[in-house]
C-alpha cells in the first residue's frame, strides 16, 4: 500500500524535531557546566547561552508537535492531508526562521525576552509556519466532516490555538506587566492548553492503533478532557499572574483554575491505566514507546500536576516565586510531560514499519531509563537549591550571593544528573535517526 | 459532546480571558520617556538572563524590583561606572553601561518599584542575635 504523502512529510517535522533535542541536551549540559565553573571559556556569552536554551525548549517540541498532528491527523481520517504541497513549504519556513533564530541568538542577536529571545520577523515566520498547519487541517477535516474523529478534533483546535497564542508575541511591549502578561501566553498556554489538546489527541490516535485501549471509551470522554483543558489552562495562567502587577481577583482565578486544570491529568491517567488492565501482547517497537507514554503520564502526574498544584497555592508561591523551584517544576513539567511524548512520537513515526532488534529495544530502555534519572536528578538539585533560596533568602532574609554560595552544591550535582540525561537523549536520537536511516534508505529503494 | 460545542466553548473562553487580561495589565501611572528607554536598555543587554524582574528571569543574579528602594541612583552609577568581579567568577566583571544607559534603567527601575505587587516579595524574618539558622 502506497504511504500517505502527509504522512511522509510527518517524518520530516520528527527528524528535525530530534535533532533539536540532541542539540538541546549538549547545549544545556554546557550551560549548567558554565553556572558552576565560573570563568569557563565559552564561544556564546552565559546570558545567550540561556536564550539559545529557552529557544531550543520552546521550539523543539513544537516542531515535533506539528509533525505528530499531520502524521496522526491521516492515520485516524485514512486519508491524506489538505496539500502536501503546503506542508512542504510550511516545513521549510520552519527550518529557515527557527535556525535563523538560534544562529542569531547564538551571534547574541535578540531583543531580551525570557523564552521568547530573539527577532520579531523570526517569531513571525514560526507564526505563519503554525497557520498553514491550522490551515491545512482546518480543510482536511472539512473534506472528510463525515469521518471526523475527536482526536482529529482536538489537535486541529490545539494547532489553531499554538498559532493564536504565538502572534501576540510578535509585537512589542512598552508597558511591563503586558509584557509578562502576554510572554505566558506561550510559556503556560502552549504548554498546558494547546499541547494539551495535542497530546489527548496523539495518545488517544495511538492506543487506539495498537489496541491498548477501546475507541469508543477513548472517544466519550475525549471533548470533555479538552473542554475542561481548554477552560482551566486559559485561566489557569493566573498563576503567573500573581505578583507582576495584576489585581488580586487573578489569585482567586489562578489557584481555582489551577484545579480545574488537573481533573483532565487525572481522567486522561485513569484512562491509560483502565487500558493496560487489559491490553494485548505489545510488538518491541509499540513496548518502546510506551515506556516513553508512561514516563510522560508519571512526570505530569508528578513534577507537572501535583507539584505545580502545591506551589500555585499563594501563599506558599508568595516564597518561591522568583527561586529555582520554578526551574526545578519547569523542567519537569516540559520535558517531563511534552518531551517524552514527543519522542515516542518521534520514534513510532520514523520508525515506520520497522521494528527493533532486542539489542536495540534493550538500548532504547536504557535511554529512556537515563532520561529519568537524569531529569528527576536534575529537577530535585534544582528544588533542593530553590527551597534553600526560599527558606535562608526570603525567609530569614541572609544576604542574596551568601545563599548562591550555599547552593552551588546543588548546582553542581545538577550538571552530573544533567550528564545523565543528555547520555539518554544521544542513545535514544542515535537510536530513532539510524531507524529513521534504515526505512528511508528502504523508501527510497522501493520508490526509485 | 461535538467538535462545535468544543470549539464554541473554546473561543468564549478566549475571548472571556483575553478581555480580563487587557483590562488587568493597566499601568496606575503612565511610563515616562526615559522608563521606558529604560526598559529597552534591561532588554538590549540581557539582563533578565541573570536576574529577575517580578520575579521572572534567570536566578543567578537578585531580584532587582524594588532594587531602587535598597539603593540609591549614585550607588548604581557607581556600580556601572566601575563593575565588579561578579562571584563565583575570579576574572569576569559584571558588564558596564554607558552613563545615559545608567540613567535609563534607573528611570525604569525607578518604575518597576510602584507596580503593585501584592505584597511580594514578602518582608523576611528579622534573625534574632540567639536564632538558629
Known amino acids: 500500500m502506497k504511504a500517505l504523502t502527509g504522512k511522509q512529510i510527518a517524518r520530516r517535522f520528527m527528524l528535525y524535531a530530534v535533532f533539536l533535542f540532541g542539540s538541546q541536551g549538549i547545549v544545556a549540559l554546557l550551560g549548567a557546566s558554565a553556572l558552576v565553573l565560573p570563568d569557563l571559556p565559552s564561544p556564546i556569552s552565559a546570558e545567550y547561552g540561556r536564550a539559545v536554551h529557552l529557544a531550543l525548549a520552546t521550539f523543539w517540541p513544537v516542531i515535533g508537535m506539528l509533525g505528530m498532528v ?5 492515520e485516524q481520517l485514512k486519508t491524506d492531508i489538505y496539500s502536501p504541497k503546503l506542508a512542504r513549504w510550511q516545513f521549510l519556513i520552519m527550518l529557515v526562521t527557527s535556525l ?45 466532516r463525515q469521518r471526523l474523529t475527536p482526536a482529529t478534533g482536538i489537535m486541529a483546535v490545539g494547532v489553531a490555538f499554538l498559532c493564536i497564542l504565538l502572534i501576540p508575541n510578535i509585537l512589542h511591549y512598552s508597558n511591563p506587566v503586558a509584557d509578562e502578561a502576554v510572554k505566558f501566553w506561550v510559556v503556560h ?19 487506539v492503533a495498537t489496541g491498548i485501549a477501546n475507541k469508543k471509551d477513548i472517544e466519550k470522554w475525549l471533548y470533555l478532557e479538552a473542554t475542561l483543558s481548554v477552560m482551566g489552562g486559559l485561566f489557569g495562567t493566573g498563576h503567573h499572574y500573581y505578583w507582576i502587577g495584576f489585581p488580586s481577583i487573578w489569585l482567586f482565578l489562578g489557584s481555582f483554575f489551577s484545579v480545574i486544570q488537573a481533573i483532565p491529568v487525572f481522567l486522561l491517567a485513569n484512562l491509560i491505566y483502565k487500558g ?17 507514554i508512561l514516563s510522560s503520564i508519571f512526570h505530569h502526574l508528578t513534577g507537572a500536576t501535583l507539584l505545580g498544584l502545591l506551589m500555585t497555592i499563594p501563599w506558599v508561591n508568595l516564597y518561591t516565586h522568583g527561586t529555582y523551584i520554578t526551574s526545578g517544576h519547569a523542567h519537569l513539567a516540559l520535558f517531563g510531560t511534552i518531551g517524552f511524548l514527543i519522542l515516542a512520537g518521534a520514534y ?35 528544588l533542593i537549591a530553590g527551597f534553600l533560596q526560599t527558606y535562608l533568602w526570603r525567609v530569614l532574609g541572609l544576604d542574596f550571593m551568601a545563599v548562591s554560595s550555599i547552593i552551588r552544591p546543588y548546582l553542581s550535582l545538577r550538571v552530573l544528573s544533567g550528564s545523565l540525561f543528555t547520555s539518554g537523549a544521544l542513545i535514544l536520537c542515535t537510536i530513532i535517526i539510524r531507524t529513521w536511516w534504515k526505512t528511508w534508505t528502504v523508501r527510497r529503494k522501493t520508490t526509485g | 459532546m ?6 464554541l466553548i473554546s473561543l468564549a473562553s478566549w475571548t472571556v480571558f483575553v478581555l480580563s487580561v487587557r483590562f488587568s495589565w493597566n499601568l496606575d501611572e503612565p511610563m515616562s520617556q526615559e522608563a521606558n528607554a529604560g526598559k529597552e536598555v534591561w532588554q538590549s543587554h540581557n539582563c533578565v538572563s541573570c536576574h529577575t524582574l517580578l520575579g521572572q528571569g534567570g536566578y543567578s543574579g537578585e531580584d532587582l524590583t524594588h532594587i531602587m528602594a535598597k539603593r540609591s541612583p549614585d550607588d548604581i552609577n557607581a556600580f556601572f561606572r566601575h563593575p565588579p568581579v561578579i562571584p563565583p567568577h575570579q576574572e569576569e566583571k559584571h558588564p558596564s553601561l554607558t552613563p545615559l544607559e545608567t540613567q535609563d534603567l534607573i528611570a525604569f527601575l525607578e518604575y ?20 538558629i539558622l
Do not use: Q
Open chain 1, 276 to 292: 493496560f488492565k487489559n491490553h494485548k501482547v505489545l510488538n518491541l517497537k509499540e513496548k518502546l514507546a510506551v515506556w516513553l
Open chain 1, 189 to 207: 498556554l502552549w504548554e498546558e492548553m494547546a499541547f494539551e489538546l495535542t497530546t489527548s489527541g496523539f495518545i488517544a490516535s495511538f492506543f
Open chain 1, 70 to 74: 499531520y502524521y496522526f491527523t491521516a
Open chain 1, 348 to 382: 513510532t513515526i520514523l520508525s515506520d514499519r520497522e521494528s527493533p532488534t532486542p539489542k536495540t529495544y534493550r538500548y532504547g530502555v536504557a535511554g529512556v531509563i537515563l532520561l529519568n534519572l537524569g531529569l528527576i536528578g536534575m529537577s530535585l538539585c534544582l
Open chain 2, 2 to 7: 461535538r467538535l462545535r460545542t468544543f470549539i
Open chain 1, 100 to 144: 535563523s533564530l538560534l544562529g542569531s541568538l547564538a551571534l547574541e542577536i535578540g531583543n531580551g525576552r525570557e523564552y521568547l529571545d530573539g527577532l520579531p520577523i523570526f517569531y513571525a515566520g514560526i507564526s505563519l509556519g503554525i497557520l498553514i498547519e491550522a490551515y491545512n487541517l482546518g480543510r482536511t477535516l472539512w473534506e472528510n
Open chain 2, 112 to 131: 518597576m518599584r510602584t507596580i503593585p505587587t501584592l505584597g511580594w516579595p514578602p518582608e523576611p524574618k528579622r534573625l534574632e542575635s540567639g536564632d
